[in-house]
Nanobody, 119 residues
Framework: QVQLVESGGGLVQAGGSLRLSCAAS????????MGWYRQAPGKQRELVAT???????NYADSVKGRFTISRDNAKNTVYLQMNGLKPEDTAVYYC?????????????WGRGTQVTVSS
């Protein structure tokens, strides 16, 4: 089991920045990948950025060059630095932790944090 607690969402004007944080209840070294997903009203949840335990990152094309995922292993925390925010970035952002064991995959989710970008 992994509990995830997100923070850092809020209201920001277009072009502004926010940093999201996600604290995990267990060591990041025991988690295969952590990442951020988002869901806008009326849309499906989509990948924003992920980071594997070895440090490999993956970004959605829509956020490349604007968002950066990073982690602090000592704090079991993953961050999402969001710069150059656009109104279309408005969504609930969810933290995800993925654990792979004995051929099975387990996904854990935070409760989400709202990000609203005004034009």
């Amino acid at each position: 089991q992994v509990q995830l607690v997100e923070s850092g969402g809020g209201l920001v004007q277009a072009g502004g920045s926010l940093r999201l944080s996600c604290a995990a209840s267990r060591s990041a070294f025991s988690i295969n990948a952590m990442g951020w997903y988002r869901q806008a009203p009326g849309k499906q949840r989509e990948l924003v950025a992920t980071m594997r335990s070895g440090g490999t990152t993956n970004y959605a094309d829509s956020v490349k060059g604007r968002f950066t995922i990073s982690r602090d292993n000592a704090k079991n925390t993953v961050y999402l630095q969001m710069n150059g925010l656009k109104p279309e970035d408005t969504a609930v952002y969810y933290c995800n932790a993925r654990i792979q064991a004995m051929g099975l995959q387990y996904d854990y989710w935070g409760r989400g944090t709202q990000v609203t970008v005004s034009s």
